[in-house]
């Protein structure tokens, strides 16, 4: 039987606005390779084995930007998102008045268009699973999945940054 010591640092980070505490768990695991890095923030938990690439935690923290560590400890988010329900209701009262304008639409068919959006809770949402009448979904090019959506800052990416 072999016992090892292993020596875990704990971090807290406190004080960081638009941050409850931050908890910090690194496992050097003695070699020059990877550290086990465990973060948590309330409800959020990131887990990962961190490349050393031959130099130390601190070195390696240092030759990586922000967006490399926000990526690798979260690869699903992003800097930008297309899922802004404010944004993209404007996009598609911009797309009925062009289809207005090129007569695409009559005045009714816009009227009821624009009406149908301020009531739709998240239009993106609502569109992609065919809850919007088919007016709107053909205004979309009839799927709304494939319909460019506008793209803004990610305000929890730029929260991590």
Not at 55 to 60: G, H, V
Not at 119 to 146: F, M, T
Not at 147 to 158: A, D, G, I, K, R
């Amino acid at each position: 039987m072999r016992i090892e010591k292993l020596s875990i640092i704990k971090l807290v980070i406190t004080g960081l606005a638009g941050h409850d505490p931050i908890c910090v768990y690194i496992d050097d695991f003695g070699g020059d390779t990877y550290v086990s890095i465990k973060i948590t923030e309330f409800a959020d938990k990131w887990e990962m084995l961190w490349p050393l690439k031959g130099a130390s935690l601190s070195e390696s923290f240092q030759k990586s930007d922000n967006q490399y560590i926000i990526e690798y400890f979260d690869k699903e988010l992003k800097s930008t998102t297309n899922y802004d329900n404010n944004v993209n209701k404007e996009f598609v009262k911009q797309e009925i008045l062009h289809a207005r304008k090129n007569k695409y639409i009559d005045y009714s068919q816009a009227k009821e268009m624009w009406q149908e959006i301020e009531k739709l809770e998240d239009i993106r949402e609502d569109c992609s699973n065919h809850h919007a009448s088919v007016e709107l979904l053909n205004l979309l090019n009839g799927d709304p999945r494939n319909t460019e959506w506008p793209e803004v800052s990610n305000p929890e990416y730029q929260r991590m940054e």
